[in-house]
Every structure is written in structure tokens, then in C-alpha cells.
């Protein structure tokens, strides 16, 4: 998954970034909302960590907005802001979740998933799709009975896939999703990583088929060109 963290505490922001870099997620940073808005600009992300008090305004306001328009991304607010008056404000404005300054990592890792089964509209770690299992908290997928383990950018692959079985993703839409800004990948990478969850989706009903000149998508076997 693709994060982007609005935070300015610089010591913060390394370590959630590298906490989520563990499980695999990629992170980008912004110091403050006016990067913020531009990341959201040039990307899409699967989820924003959002801070309250920042030097160039006042996070509250941006989540308004941002839920004003069109973008549905789920928002967890970070806040050092301990009252119920303040917490149950940042959910009637359109939070997803919030989580209370200091916090735990575990607890952050935690909300962030439980965020994301939402979106998907479920309540269990495993998706499916066909006879193929895939669980991005065990990092497994399991298909006709045999469970292979994924690497970060095989598990990564899979999780974009199965957020919209059927849909076309191009080269260059999987590098935004596999890669952070400051990492200098060419395009040919993903067929890489396509190729080895090719091979873990084997004896299966489920395929990765290469759309020519457009990109990738996961379907059923017997369907498509």
C-alpha cells in the first residue's frame, strides 16, 4: 500500500516511515499541508496519516476540504489532543480514525489496517478472489491448496490487484504504487515482480494478463482476449 504521512516532527515522520517501510508499505513525507496537497496532486494513495497542528495551517481544515471534494482516500488523524470534544470533532469533519499522541507503533500498524478492511468492506485480513487466497498480513497467498510466501514488492503487487479485480493498471501507475518518490526505478521492474506472482498464482483460476501497449490485470482464466 501507498501511504501519504502530513506530519512536521521530523523524528516522528522517520520512524513512522520506517515502522511501515518494514511491512512493506511505501511512505511519503510531507512536512507540512501545502506538500501535503501537492503528493495528492501527483499521486494516489491508499491511505493519509494526517497531523493537526502544522506551520503552514491547521489539519482540521485540510481534512474538511479534502472531504468536501471528491476523493474518498480514508484519513487517520494523528493528535496529541487528548479531550472527546477534539476527537469526536475530527470524525464529524470525515476522519476515518484518529490516534492519540504518543502512541504505540503496533497500535498505529493496527488502525491502519482496520482502516483499510473497512474500505474493502471487510472484516478479516484475507481477500479473495476465485480459488486464489490472499492474506497481506501473513504475507501468503494460497491457491489450489498451496500457500507461497511473498516477498514486500510480490505482496505489494498482489494487494493493487486485488483492490480492483478486473482493472487495467499501467507500468507506470504500479511503480507509484510499489515505489517512493526517492527511489529511482525504471518501468521494466514490474515486469519482474509480475513474473514471480505469475508463478505463484500457477495451477490456479486466476491470471495476470498483460493488456499489449496498456499494462496489467488480474482476471479469471477463460476470460479476456
Known amino acids: 500500500m501507498r501511504f501519504l504521512l502530513i506530519e512536521d516532527n521530523a ?18 513525507s510531507a512536512e507540512d499541508l501545502a506538500t501535503g496537497v501537492h503528493c495528492l496532486e501527483h499521486t494516489t494513495y491508499d491511505l493519509i496519516l494526517l497531523d493537526i497542528m502544522l506551520p503552514d495551517g491547521d489539519g482540521r481544515t485540510f481534512l474538511e476540504k479534502h472531504r468536501t471534494g471528491e476523493d474518498t482516500t480514508p484519513v487517520i488523524v494523528l493528535t496529541a489532543r487528548s ?3 477534539d476527537r469526536v470533532r475530527v470524525l464529524d469533519l470525515g476522519a476515518d480514525d484518529y490516534i492519540t499522541k504518543p502512541f504505540d507503533f503496533a497500535e498505529l500498524e493496527a488502525r491502519c489496517r482496520a482502516v483499510l478492511r473497512r474500505r474493502h468492506g471487510s472484516a478479516r485480513n484475507e481477500l479473495r478472489f476465485e480459488d486464489v487466497v490472499f492474506d ?3 504475507g501468503t497467498v494460497t491457491v489450489d491448496g498451496r500457500t507461497e510466501e511473498l516477498r514486500n514488492r510480490e505482496l505489494r503487487l498482489l494487494e493493487v490487484f486485488f483492490s480492483a479485480p478486473d482493472r487495467i493498471f499501467s507500468k507506470s501507475q504500479l ?12 518501468e521494466n521492474a514490474i515486469e519482474v515482480y509480475v513474473g514471480r506472482v505469475r508463478k505463484k498464482l500457477q495451477g490456479g483460476r486466476v491470471r495476470i494478463e498483460t493488456i499489449r501497449g496498456v499494462g496489467y490485470r488480474m482476471s479469471r482464466l477463460g476470460t479476456g482476449p
Open 83 to 85: 479531550e472527546v470534544s
Open 175 to 186: 511503480v507509484d504504487r510499489l515505489f517512493s518518490y526517492d527511489e529511482d526505478v525504471s
Open 11 to 28: 523524528k516522528l515522520a522517520a520512524a513512522v516511515v520506517d515502522r511501515l517501510g518494514l511491512d512493506g508499505h511505501v511512505v511519503d
Open 136 to 138: 497481506p498480513l501473513g
